[in-house]
Antibody, heavy 121, light 107 residues
Framework: EVHLVESGGGLVQPGRSLRLSCAASGFSFDDYAMHWVRQAPGKGLEWVSSITWNGNSIGYADSVRGRFTISRDDAKNSLYLQMDSLRPEDTALYYC??????????????WGQGTLVTVSS | DIQMTQSPSSVSASVGDRVIITCRASQGISTWLAWYQQKPGKAPKVLIYSASSLQSGVPSRFSGNYSGTDFTLTISSLQPEDFATYYCQQTNSLPLTFGGGTKVEIK
């Protein structure tokens, strides 16, 4: 069974940094693209970033490009999101999701339960 | 970027009703569309991928269809556990984009 567990969220001041982690189990992690999706309180879903199975192709939403960095460590079955220069509008529940295949352009087949990031002074 | 326009934003329906949710893409995406269900306080769950393929384990009362850039999610006979918010997402190209969501409420 696929299991995704996010961690690293919390309360942070504007302009500071935070690193999210996602621990994966129950599947061959290095065969699949991975994604981060966020959901602001009471709002809809927003795709944030994705990385292909081999890490060769990475994509970001315009709203986070240049501030966030996605990475993966296949040896640790882990996905990361380094978030710098955080803004209040980055406040959201951040989900880690497994792609249906190795490409970034695949549906999000499995999701974690999310980690909450709150950006406020 | 590809915009996904989802309608209606909310619908009130009764158990046993047929519910249809629509999503329109701003440009051609072939059949690269997925539908998700999200219940309050829970993570989203994929129902349909490639516009009309049913994800394993999803009840057959859910179905997806398409015509050009218009996509539909149909719940043939609404069950109590189907009251939730539904999102479409295009998976044709980055950035992946979601529709605004449709909340299915109890009438």
């Amino acid at each position: 069974e696929v299991h995704l567990v996010e961690s690293g969220g919390g309360l942070v001041q504007p302009g500071r940094s935070l690193r999210l982690s996602c621990a994966a189990s129950g599947f061959s992690f290095d065969d699949y693209a991975m994604h981060w999706v966020r959901q602001a309180p009471g709002k809809g879903l927003e795709w944030v970033s994705s990385i292909t199975w081999n890490g060769n192709s990475i994509g970001y939403a315009d709203s986070v490009r240049g501030r966030f960095t996605i990475s993966r460590d296949d040896a640790k079955n882990s996905l990361y999101l380094q978030m710098d220069s955080l803004r209040p509008e980055d406040t959201a529940l951040y989900y880690c999701a497994k792609g249906r295949g190795g490409s970034s352009t695949s549906c999000l087949a499995s999701w974690g339960q999310g980690t909450l990031v709150t950006v406020s002074s | 970027d590809i915009q996904m326009t989802q309608s209606p934003s909310s619908v009130s329906a009764s158990v046993g009703d047929r519910v249809i949710i629509t999503c329109r893409a701003s440009q051609g995406i072939s059949t690269w569309l997925a539908w998700y269900q999200q219940k309050p306080g829970k993570a989203p769950k994929v129902l349909i991928y490639s516009a009309s393929s049913l994800q394993s384990g999803v009840p057959s009362r859910f179905s997806g269809n398409y015509s050009g850039t218009d996509f539909t999610l149909t719940i043939s006979s609404l069950q109590p556990e189907d009251f939730a918010t539904y999102y479409c997402q295009q998976t044709n190209s980055l950035p992946l984009t979601f529709g605004g969501g449709t909340k299915v409420e109890i009438k």
